[in-house]
């Protein structure tokens, strides 16, 4: 019989390993994935395929860790399923007896053996001389949702692995799921403006807005950018959704005046009143955007003489001093490593300051685990302490909030976002390096928004590293994020079902998706929003397969969908009543311009102005969107939501008016999708947007500031119309807050 051809190896090794074949862009076009691109990948993945011989060697170890592995790493099963497992036994133990300890999450271990021989055997291989066949076990015992660890022994063989039993669907609220809807205003945290905070929106904002929403509003949630930690480093790493890490978040949203150490610290107290910091404050608020560097120092200065204050009581031993310990237990060493990172961070960049990322530390610390990096963290406790102590206190102000919006009957509260990325030079990278595959780059394939296609710089998630860790990194990523919210979205939700890697060395269009382990992944994000009561939304934005969405309904987790977006095959947009109900509908998003930038084209004018767009696609897009306004106009007034006498040429709107502004918001509140997020931008008609891909120090990303302090949403002091009008679509609706 002949041997395999190198391309029908590489062919069995990219489907082993995910690599789709191709694909198929928006234009309709497909793309067949370049043996280089698979070869590339491939070796990312640790697999080598440089010739026949290699695929050769590296296909047959696959297949031997596959079958000489007693037991899965993991099994993640539905709830309603019985409980199976699957052996790896060689055909000379079928007459031995295998013995069992089932360890429930929460629950007394039990112990039972079966006779391998009588279980039923659903497939065998022969491999080195000695055959291997699995068998089918079905567990006597019934487990409930969560993370339960099974062991096996057989004869002087062990393994264990974790069983993982999941939901139905994703966490329904209540009054959705009875037919009702429910809208929320969207905020970009740091870009709120008060005459209290320190030139950076904080928690203490959020309680303001808060109270805003449930008075103003009479909605059900507030939905906040990634709360990440980054490193308020401008222009770069300053975006929250390319945070340093994702599972905790910034500092510079702490209400410093607001925690209780504050009130304990003369010093704290003393510095806050003299002139030199009054007048940085002052000034800060007055900056047209977030001076992150600015104001992280500022807060450092003082968050250092607070944990200082806190260190005395704790030497005391008091209530609060047990509950910052026993947030240290919960947390373990997913915070320990984080802190660490920090501390590091700032004691190596204060010795040598070009020093600005890991890669460039000494080696030993590049490396979480080395003695080095121990020693640092016995020797600097006190360093590592404090940022552990950082994020103990925003655990307090982020629940503080959500309890506020409980308090003011919100029915959802916050509304939390889980990035998709992780900065390759941040904290996550350093401290979890085996979970991120290295050789390759996320992006996305060319489309009419980028025609070259994108790089977004980051690494891919390693995901049979995280089936080998019983996907305990991924559960935290999600339970860490839902913490203290009603609602999270997923950015780029797509990440659940496969990526566009490109390969080092090729740019984005010569990549290639790569499917994940999409099974497992949602059935444990169900899991996590049943457990914290959350409703997940998935940002399944731009290119799009049909299972994808058909998965995330059956899941029962919210699709997002933009008003821009929504048309239909003919070119023009859809009517409202077809939305699907299973959906979260907004105006925009952080990365797409402003309802009154898209009417007024000031997104064009700012890419144009910072070189993205050259004069001659500035005009091609300048008139495409006069087409695209014509199209929005014509179906308002056929919906009918603007009056017949108003002019009916798109001509005529050189800007977004009032008329426009209620038809296109009351558009978005009749449809009948569950959840209808407004962006405070487009509720008070800003025209420029948060973020312009494509650029960095050319336009002031993540940086932007509300156009109305707290204060005057509060008091109506110029937005009184603004609110009433969205306040009476919610009504008009039926979104009007429940809880």
Known sequence: MPSDTFQQLLDRAATLYGIDPGFWDIWGRYHETATEARQAILGALGVDARDRESLERSLAAHTRREWERLLAPATVAGESETAELYLNVPAESLGERARFQVTPEDGQPREFELNLGELPQTGSIEM????????????????????????????????????????????????????????????????????RNWGCGDFGDLLDIVDWVADKLDASFVSLNPLHAIFNRRPFNTSPYLPNSIFYQNFLYLDVEGMEDFALCRRARELRRSPPVEAEIQALREAPFVEYERVSGL????????????????????????????????????LEKFATHCALDEHLHGRDPELWIWP??????????????????????????????????????????????????????????????TDQFGSDLWAHRKFYVTGSRVGSPPDDFAPGGQDWGFPPPAALRHREDGYRLFAESIRKNCRHGGALRIDHVMRLFRLYWIPDGADAAHGAYVRELTGDFVRILALESVRNRVIVVGEDLGTVDPPVRETLARFGILSYRLFYFEKKESGGFRAYEEYPRQALVSSTTH????????????DLEARRAAGVLEETAFRAQSKSRMAEKQKMLDLLFQ????????????????????????????????????????????????????????????????????????????????????????????????????G
């Open 639 to 738: 919906t009918p939501l603007l009056a017949p006498h108003l002019p009916r040429s798109a001509a005529a709107y050189p800007d977004l008016t009032g008329e426009l502004h209620n038809a296109i918001v009351g558009f978005l509140a009749l449809t009948p999708s569950q959840l209808l997020a407004i962006n405070h931008e487009d509720l008070t008609k800003e025209l420029a947007q948060q973020n312009l891909p494509g650029t960095t120090w050319q336009y002031p990303n993540w940086g932007r500031k509300m156009r109305f302090t707290v204060e005057q949403l509060q008091s109506g002091a110029g937005t009184e119309s603004f609110t009433a009008m969205f306040r009476n679509w919610i009504a008009v609706s039926g979104r009007q807050n429940v």
């Open 360 to 421: 460039q530390w000494p080696a030993p610390f590049q490396d979480p685990d080395s003695a080095e990096t121990r020693a640092f963290r016995t020797r600097y406790w006190r360093r590592v302490m404090f940022y552990q102590f950082l994020q103990w206190q925003i655990d307090v102000q982020l629940q503080r909030a959500q309890q506020r919006a409980r308090d003011r009957r919100l029915s959802i509260g916050l509304y939390h976002d889980l990035a998709l990325a």
């Open 128 to 195: 080195d001389g000695r055959t291997w066949v699995r068998k089918r076990v079905r567990l006597p015992v019934r487990l409930p949702l969560g993370y339960h660890d099974i062991a096996l022994r057989l004869g002087a063989s062990c393994a264990a692995t974790r069983y993982i039993v999941t939901p139905r669907q994703a966490w329904t609220d209540p009054h959705l799921s009875r037919g009702g809807r429910a809208a929320g205003i969207a905020v970009s945290l740091y870009g709120i403006r008060s005459a």
């Open 591 to 602: 990365d797409l311009p402003t309802l009154a930038g898209f009417w007024a084209g000031a």
């Open 299 to 334: 807060k450092l200065r003082f968050l250092k003489l607070l944990f200082a204050q806190f260190l005395r009581e704790r030497r005391k031993g008091s209530a609060r001093a047990r509950e910052f310990q026993a947030y240290l237990d919960r947390e373990g060493g997913l």
